[in-house]
């Protein structure tokens, strides 16, 4: 009893607050916006009373109502719907006058504005009190708490995020929370190594599903099938799960997977890409969105947290040219928006999701957050935007950590990365050609030689939640209108945004061609070339046969590192400027190639040359080690894909009284049984804090 009445005076003062605030924020819009009149101080009370009581009254249902509209628009159509409750008000209330269309949302703004600066100073709307009295309690209407002694887990992963960019950020100031737990003893920060293929696709099948075997790059071409698969279509990674599911998914035992490519076989998904489409998902996922737009002002703070990251990002594009800051993109205001998305709205989306299921009793969960990824694909590795964008994720742990300590079962909070990024002027910045156009130079002028472009995987983030806004029942009729105005960005079902559609038909365009003989692609510093024509797989002898100067001439390049062909004489080979490596017996013959690229580069390799999709020619940029940088064979600053430098080296920091392994952890299939390990164990009481130790953070 004591309890509820605490949580009544919270709600009491937090009403009354909000009231206040409003009020005042109604005011000194009234001034700055020449068609909005209020009649006296009585009015405005009663205008900021009226907004409060429509919302309670009109909300939920309008957002039941036009969910799929917010999703198509990110949330902005929230905007008109706020707008609609303060023009509904200002009818209702007498000496309140609005003339001009657009002020209702600019008011809503205004309002939402100061009243997150006002609750934020006065510490009204502090995470303690909002998550335990407002979103627990939204919780716990839809769902029923499942209370257990038995402790659950909370995996997150921080994509792209290498373990010395950590270390150093922890260093620096730039991760305060983990630092926190570092220092308090409650964590510990341990590295691994992930596989060739250093990109989210390989390494998430292997640390979900268990297997990521045959998935030698971020895209690659099928002969038997003839096909190009792309990590970033979520038809092609649906069809992908289905081969890597072997009975070893990590959230297979009542888990969620929120905004990950892959489901790790969790009966519950939300935001994942493999499942997006699934109608048994869809329910799920959209309870999700109407939890996360149930709430009023909520999308309004991510709107105004959006708007802000878009301003640091132009001042960021405006101060790498200023200072010539090398090596720099040209990113424009189309990526601006397109950060703002995803580092901001979809980040708020998915931590408000998982906060919920964590009231829930949700057993485990993984969720994968990409803001630090991208901007850093971009802006660069360690720029001060990128790890401006690591600063607020790691506030992320931090508001994790409290809304915890109100969850109705133990939890552990487990952050690690999926790979990490090496920086780099480009392939095409350092010497002016593509791989595609080198490779175009070094065949005769009769090959016909294609390049499937690169799509950029932030387009597929902000697609999935978008495809799933899709699947709404044919009866609702803003579901209906949504497949209506995205028809022409749809394939198969599936959403495409940016420039994913003409990468679509470029694809199909290449492998309908009757010429078409050699195929390049790209995955950061890994390039793939497949002969088309050919279903089993080019030798060594062919190759010089058919193509005396293609291998020759790769390998002499200066940006490029090493080759993997398959001799049929000798098996596999990495062939570099002056020395080979004869990966099958395992030593080299002069120089070795794989001097700098890591003690597991040939282990990793030898792998590859077993996958039934290797390409004929592998081709890997070269590493500087003095400057740790390689070569993107694509346009990004910040690449990952193949071997060198930092992409290779992602972490796990794990609660400290967890077991550490005895051997290194060397692939991602390694890593999801070490974790499956650590999930059995706290099953049976021996890795948690119900041992007697003492509950890392994160922990009830």
Known sequence: MREHRRIFRIKIKRTVAVWIFTTLALYLLSDLLPGFKVGGTISLFGFAAAIGILNALLWPTLVYLTMPLNVLSLGLFTLVLNGFIIWLASVAVPGIDITRVLDPV???IGVSAVNTLLTSAFSIDDDESYYRNVLKRKV????QPVETDEPGVIFLEVDGLAKSVLVRAVRN?????????LEDGTHRLLGWECDLSSQTGASQAGILMGNNFDIPAFRWYEKDRGRIVVSSRMSDISEIEKRQTDGNGLLADGGLSLSNMFSGEAPETVFTMSTVRDPRASGYQKRSFYMFFLDPYNFLRAFMLAAWDIMLEL???????????RPRLKRGLKFAFV????????????????????????????????????????????REDTLEVLRKLDQQFARLETAIAKAPRLYHLVILSDHGQSQGATFKQRFDITLEDLVRQLVSEEVHVAGTGAEPEHWSYISAPLTEATQGGQEQLSAKLLRRTVKSRTHEGEVMLGPEREQLELREKVLSATDSELLVMASGNLGLIYFTGKQERVTLEELDEKFPELISGLVAHPGIGFVMVRSRERGALAIGDGGVY???EDRYEGENPLAGFGANAAAHLKRTDGFPHVPDILVNSFYDETT???AAFEELVGSHGGLGGEQSHPFVLIP??????????????HLNRVLRGWLAELRTGGASGGNGETPSPGSR
């Open 656 to 669: 400290a009284e967890w077991k550490v392994p005895d051997e290194e952890i060397v692939g991602a299939e």
């Open 339 to 382: 950060r703002a998305a995803t580092t901001t709205i979809l980040r708020e989306l998915s931590i408000y999701t998982l906060i919920g299921d964590i009231f829930a009793g949700v057993p485990a969960a993984y969720v994968t957050l990409f803001g630090y990824d991208e901007v850093a694909h971009h802006s660069g590795v360690e």
């Open 315 to 325: 001042r960021s594009q405006h101060r790498q040219r200023v200072r010539d800051v």
């Open 106 to 108: 600019l008011i809503a």
């Open 628 to 630: 740790d940088e390689v």
């Open 140 to 143: 716990t209407r839809h769902r």
């Open 582 to 584: 004869f990966l099958d």
């Open 173 to 181: 100031g730039h991760a305060p929370t983990l630092a926190r737990w």
